[in-house]
């Protein structure tokens, strides 16, 4: 493993070294030597902080896998929101905050690392479709159109889901006649930094969820971290407060749940990848409702746990590589 965070890299290798079956084979100072020392060193996983001199730990993400695909845990201040998720579309796998690790919660930290230590990357990334020169199948943001009876797209993310989502939303069209709403397990003060990110990538308009918010086509609303979200049957968005007895912040259950219950089989419920068990339930409420339910497949998921569970509970409809998951959420959709 090499640890390429400059400030924190003495406390990553306390916590390693301190773990049974994780061993710290080298470290780096910045970008550059990081490079060096994973195509000598060849490790399972790296570390990288986002924020180093020399070479910042984007150009270094890039270089890495193109030269030598490995996993890549990807760690940022909280001010470098925005670059977090520029590191996940040059190949991190994930990303953490310096301030969520240290020796009295490690545990989180090390749990994402034997995860990702096993992720075959460039497998992943083929499966994907993450080639370069792919372009999203539409340009421009449309004038989106007051929803009144229409579908709705419920998606639930975790571990591995930031990439997803960014396919996805990259290959559907200004024209989408549905609202697509997400709940992605994400760091509190990360939303915003993530809605500006896959703004980048989609003609769709991405927006944080407000409380009110009037449901439209062709708009993506994302749940901030610090609220529970819900749609009702009046196609707006409710906020409330989170439940401190969920595991997992913010909840895709309670989002898939409140979906079902209002639009019922106008319902289309995907899971994509993450670890843990949350949008399970949520996706069984889609199907008992008569909604259509959609699944990641195992090899283009980082992570096949949550969906890789709602297959295994019979509650998904269909199961797909991520690169045919847009062309059906275009079927379901109304649109083709």
């Keep these: 493993m090499v640890d390429d965070s400059r400030s924190m890299r003495g406390m990553f290798r306390a916590i390693f070294e301190l773990e049974p079956g994780i061993t710290v084979v080298g470290e780096a100072s910045d970008g550059a030597?990081?490079?060096?020392?994973?195509?000598?060193?060849?490790?399972?996983?790296?570390?990288?902080?986002?924020?180093?001199?020399?070479m910042d730990g984007l150009e270094a993400i890039e270089r890495i896998i193109a030269q030598y695909p490995v996993?890549?845990?990807?760690?940022?201040?909280?001010?470098?929101?925005?670059?977090?998720?520029?590191?996940?579309?040059?190949?991190?796998?994930?990303?953490?905050?310096?301030?969520?690790?240290?020796?009295?919660?490690?545990?989180k930290l090390l749990q994402k690392i034997r995860l990702l230590a096993h992720v075959d990357v460039n497998a992943h990334r083929v499966a994907m479709g993450l080639q370069k020169g792919v372009l999203p199948?539409?340009?421009?943001?449309?004038?989106?159109q007051q929803v009144s009876g229409e579908r709705i797209v419920a998606i639930a993310a975790s571990t591995g889901g930031p990439q997803a989502i960014q396919y996805i939303l990259s290959h559907l069209p200004a024209t989408f006649p549905a609202p697509i709403v997400i709940t992605q397990h994400i760091a509190e003060g990360f939303t915003q930094g993530m809605v500006d990110w896959l703004n980048n990538s989609t003609p769709l308009t991405v927006v944080v969820a407000g409380n009110g918010d009037q449901l439209r086509a062709g708009h993506v609303y994302v749940n901030p971290?610090?609220?529970?979200?819900?749609?009702?049957?009046?196609n707006r968005i409710a906020l409330g407060e989170r439940d401190s007895r969920l595991l997992y912040k913010p909840s895709c259950d309670t989002l898939l749940d409140a979906a079902a219950a209002a639009f019922r089989e106008r319902t289309v419920g995907v899971i994509l990848s993450g670890m843990g068990n949350d949008g399970v339930a949520g996706m069984q409420s889609i199907r008992s409702a008569g909604g259509f339910t959609i699944a990641q497949d195992a090899k283009s998921s980082v992570i096949f746990g949550m969906n890789g569970i709602a297959v295994q509970r019979g509650c998904i409809d269909r199961l797909l590589p991520l690169i045919e998951i847009p062309a059906e959420l275009l079927v379901r959709s109304g649109a083709g």
């Design 33 to 54: 030597e990081a490079i060096t020392k994973v195509l000598e060193l060849k490790p399972d996983l790296v570390t990288m902080d986002i924020e180093m001199p020399v």
């Design 225 to 234: 971290a610090e609220s529970a979200m819900r749609v009702t049957g009046q």
């Design 71 to 107: 996993p890549i845990l990807a760690v940022t201040a909280l001010a470098g929101v925005q670059a977090a998720f520029a590191a996940v579309s040059r190949g991190a796998l994930d990303v953490m905050v310096k301030g969520d690790i240290g020796p009295d919660n490690a545990g």
């Design 137 to 144: 199948v539409n340009g421009g943001k449309g004038m989106p």
